[in-house]
């Protein structure tokens, strides 16, 4: 491998985001990219994750800024709706750039 493959590799792996590395993170992200909001029961039902992992995680999102949630009463019953806020967009964009250009030097 020549020094420029290797620091073209390093620079790919530097567009990666940490919080997105999460399988579930990255997975809620790319949902939220494609559907316009989510409610929370939804996004168990679609990844099967437990209460408890699933609401940590989207958690974490949040505290981030990634995503974005508005807690509302439907039939008397409390429903949270998640969006992908901008800023979580823009990381997502990036960090699946990254990893298409990673994917690229391997096919090379």
Not at 3 to 10: E, H, P, S, T, Y
Not at 80 to 88: E, Q
Request: glycine share 6%.
């Amino acid at each position: 491998m020549s020094a420029k493959a290797g620091r073209d590799i390093v620079a790919s792996l530097d567009g990666l985001d940490k919080l997105l590395a999460h399988r579930l993170r990255l997975a809620l992200c790319v949902l939220l990219a494609r559907f316009e909001s989510m409610s929370f029961s939804r996004l168990k039902a679609v990844t099967g994750e437990t209460d408890g992992n699933l609401g940590a995680n989207l958690r974490r999102l949040e505290d981030a800024q990634y995503v974005r949630v508005k807690k509302m009463h439907v039939d008397r019953k409390p429903v949270s709706w998640y969006t992908l806020a901008p800023r979580g967009r823009k990381t997502l964009r990036r960090h699946l750039d990254a990893l298409t250009d990673v994917i690229g030097i391997v096919d090379d």
